[in-house]
């Protein structure tokens, strides 16, 4: 029986975006591979590639290197993963073989590194919208809890602050997910080298990127629609304090003035 060597892929996402430049600074500009999107960095006979949208893939690198890295990244942010997703991939070379993808593992005739930068751009997708998905779920959560309050009592249980902020944090999210937007794009690489765009169709369907994208637009849409009930409520409220401290007001001057017209004489 036929021995291949295999290798692994592991994948993290810790955040929304993160300052290339900065990255290969203190990684003392070593970067093989440098775009505007991603780097790439040769590491023994392993890779690691770091990616603008918050994924840091790492290729046939040991544990202890990996959080090497990993700590010096979190050190130059300043902060520590609000979430962090992970994924592991297996890739297993058998020379003279089509080139393939599977569940949880991909095939490789060779290992070159326009293949390797395939599977790791699509990992680093996974990861990005995993790291969205957990973000929209909460998001989810939160107005599904508003919506029982609504349900037992009749009003906003929460106070506007708090409501306004969970408003804000998910308008910055769909932004952030609409900035990145391009983690989906097909790449350029992919055009003219038939190997390469197949390697990727085939990774992208493995993963559902686009199923996935899709289940995460519509969630995001249904709490817009929610955000927009609540955005009313909040200004019917508002509305009813404003009139009610008006009355409140026009109260007290009537009171005032019976009380100089009648004991003030």
């Known amino acids: 029986m036929t021995e291949y060597k ?3 892929f592991h994948a993290h996402n810790f955040t929304d975006t993160l300052k290339l430049k900065g990255i290969d600074k203190i990684l003392e500009g070593s970067a093989t591979v440098q775009s505007a999107t991603k780097l790439i960095y ?20 040991d544990q202890a290197r990996q959080k090497e890295v990993l700590d010096r990244i ?9 979430i962090l997703t992970t994924e592991q991939f297996t890739v297993e070379v058998r ?14 005739d060779k290992i070159t590194l326009d293949r390797l930068d395939i599977l790791a751009l699509v990992l680093a997708q996974s990861t990005s919208l995993e790291y969205f998905e957990i973000k929209v779920d909460e998001m989810l959560k ?10 037992k009592t009749g009003r906003l249980a929460k106070r506007a602050s708090d409501i306004k902020k969970f408003i804000g944090n998910c308008i910055t999210t769909k932004q952030d997910l609409v900035a990145t937007l391009y983690i989906l ?6 055009w003219n080298n038939q190997v390469l765009d197949s390697l990727y169709k085939d990774a992208a369907d493995m993963f559902e990127l686009k199923d996935r994208y899709k289940t995460l637009d519509y969630k995001l ?16 409220r508002n509305a009813n304090r404003l009139e009610m401290s008006i009355i409140i007001l026009i109260v007290v001057e009537i009171l005032l003035f019976l009380w100089q017209m009648f004991y003030l004489k």
């Open 42 to 61: 040769q590491d023994g006979e392993g890779y690691f590639f770091i990616y603008r949208f918050g994924s840091i893939i790492f290729f046939n690198i």
């Open 185 to 190: 794009d097909k790449p350029d690489e992919t």
């Open 142 to 151: 939160q107005s599904d809890d508003i919506g029982a309050d609504l349900k």
């Open 74 to 82: 979190t050190g130059f942010t300043g902060q520590k993963p609000e």
């Open 221 to 236: 849409r249904m709490i817009q629609e929610n955000l927009e009930l609540i955005s009313d409520l909040l200004q019917h």
């Open 6 to 8: 295999t290798y692994l």
């Open 95 to 108: 020379p003279n073989e089509k080139s393939a993808v599977g569940f949880e593992h991909a095939v490789l």
